[in-house]
DNA sequence: ACCCAGGGTCATA
DNA sequence: TATGACCATGGG
């Protein structure tokens, strides 16, 4: 990540132009925050959203009461969001570690640091997913790198793609002063850009870039 | 019949 | 360190 600032906040200000307050996380409570950004693993959000209705007519979605249903039951109730085996597993591995922790109030209480590193060290958890965690249900002030802001940052130079995944976070983190709510909107923003391929006329007024929002989503974080 | 979606782990070189 | 296989469903 080349050191790029003032790009980095005119970026996110014209987003927000653009797009408005994009209101993250979609959940009704924190620990569907959780389950939410286990299931959304390289899963369309409308996938979930079917998973997360299934879970939601038999269950509370509580660390507790997700916990006392069956693994096997788990997986099939949330198979609409994609490899039901691993990410029933996955979902059991961070919600055990949340129970163990007294629930996610009790969360609120450990140092950010403390908390990332516990994160990764859950089976099934990686950087995206405990960052989202950390951001979206604990208001931590982090900036989450996934797909969509590799191929954005990429096609506008900021990074060459092969960065790491803290080299790209850190800068941005940074560039926002460290501002909960707008690291909270930056990513969502950028999903949002990256969903909605933007159609330059002459460019885009979001990315302002003219050739390359031409192509939708076909481009690869690399390229 | 492809390609893609709000990743992560594991085996291998 | 860095690739590739694997996990699996639903939409374009």
Redesign the pocket.
Known sequence: MITAAGRLRRLYRRLLDSYGPQG???ARGPTEVLI??VL????????VE?ALLRLRAVSRLTPAAVLAIAPEELARLI??A??????AHRLRQLLSWCHARGGVAALRHLPTDTLRSELLGV????????D?ILL?ALQRPLFVV???TRRLFSRLGLIGG?EHYDAIRRPVERALRGATQDLNEFHALI?RH??EPCRPRPHCAACQLVKICRYP??L?PHD
């Open positions: 993250w996380w979609p939410g950004a959304t693993q390289h899963t369309s959000w409308r996938n079917q198979h609409p994609g490899y039901p085996r691993v990410k089976h099934g958890v990686g950087p995206e997913t405990a989202s979206y996934d797909a969509y092969a999903v990256g969903k989503v076909s690869r």
